[in-house]
């Protein structure tokens, strides 16, 4: 019998919980769904991440409400991916910052990707019918930029592509704590249809080099304290690594995509087989992987049709 396609069959609602990771610090995370930071600044609060819809953002605000009455004022979306930015209506922020890599790729593939998510992810496109179209930000920047919420800074920074080529971190100074999206993962499967291979290791290193006390990932639990960023880290480093050299040594010799996936299962189902959507990401992963290993640089438009085509071709 051939696997739901993608995760259709995930529709069973996920626990939330709402971890305080440094002083006005805060993780919204839900098993595996993706994550969203909040920070409260002395007059206004700033949004990490909005979510698929208006429905799931309101459990966000849910959350905030009950730390904080101050208003929210930033919304800021890690990189353009429909899961993470859809939500961003609700919050009714006067901000919304992207990097300019991020922004283009909401012109270029947005609604492509909205239609593709929208088919692999039923459960978190519920209420779609409230998202009023693409979510375009109030603000850019190339390199790096701060805002100050009151008297606390953030730092909101592109250290390298990795999950996507406008990926943004964002740092806070005063507590040493991180908010990654989707270049770090915990206990979950990377995503990398859009994803850059042999640059993300050394997005994962320079991470590493602000010596975080704590890290809100993409998916997954919040990492509080070093032993869990570095354990957090290696392993993203590992599933990294774990998904492309297998397939580079196939494309090396001339082999197929049915043989590159064949190679990643066997590499990756010992460590990986448990870790949420790991079976959805399988195929777009060593999709993804081989066309780099073959020197294609800018990741191919997902459409819903190509998911299919994809998904039978080697998961069906």
């Known amino acids: 019998m ?27 995370t839900a098993e595996g769904d993706p994550n969203t930071g909040v920070i409260i600044g002395d007059e206004s609060v700033m949004i990490v ?3 698929a819809t208006p429905r799931l953002a309101r459990k966000v605000i849910e959350c905030v409400r009950g730390v904080t009455d101050k208003p929210i004022s930033h919304v800021v979306l890690t990189h353009y991916h429909a899961v993470r930015v859809l939500g961003a209506s609700a919050y009714g922020a006067r901000e919304i910052i ?12 947005g609604q492509e990707d909205w239609d593709s998510e929208f088919g692999r992810f039923p459960r978190l496109f519920q209420g779609h019918e409230e998202i009023p179209g693409l979510t375009r930000p109030t603000t850019t920047f190339s390199d790096s930029m701060t805002v100050y919420l009151g008297k606390r800074r953030v730092d909101i920074l592109k250290l390298g592509r990795a999950h996507t080529a406008g990926d943004t971190v964002i740092w806070i100074p005063d507590q040493e704590v991180m ?3 989707d270049i770090v993962e915990y206990h979950s499967a990377c995503y990398c249809g859009d994803g850059h291979f042999n640059d993300w290791p050394a997005t994962l290193a320079a991470i590493a080099d602000f010596e975080p006390r704590a890290i ?46 064949d190679a990643v299962r066997a590499e990756c189902d010992p460590k990986f087989a448990d870790y949420a959507i790991y079976e ?26 190509r998911d299919r085509e994809m998904w039978d071709a080697l998961q069906g």
Request: charged content about 25%.
């Open 2 to 28: 051939s696997k739901a396609f993608a995760s259709q069959g995930d529709l069973t609602e996920k626990k939330i919980s709402f971890t305080e990771i440094g002083d006005g610090l805060y993780a919204f």
């Open 98 to 109: 992207m990097s300019d890599v991020a922004a283009a790729m909401v012109e270029e593939r």
């Open 280 to 305: 959805h990401c399988l195929p777009f992963n060593v999709a993804r992987a081989y066309d780099e290993a073959r020197g294609i640089d800018t990741p191919r438009i997902w459409t819903a049709e």
């Open 49 to 51: 991440e909005a979510q």
């Open 216 to 261: 809100a990932p993409g998916r997954g639990d919040a990492l509080v304290g070093g032993e869990m960023v570095a354990k957090a880290l290696a392993n993203t480093a590992d599933f990294i690594r774990s998904t492309y050299a297998p397939v580079a040594r196939i494309v090396a010799r001339g082999g197929t995509l049915k043989e590159a996936w």
């Open 179 to 181: 908010f990654t999206g």
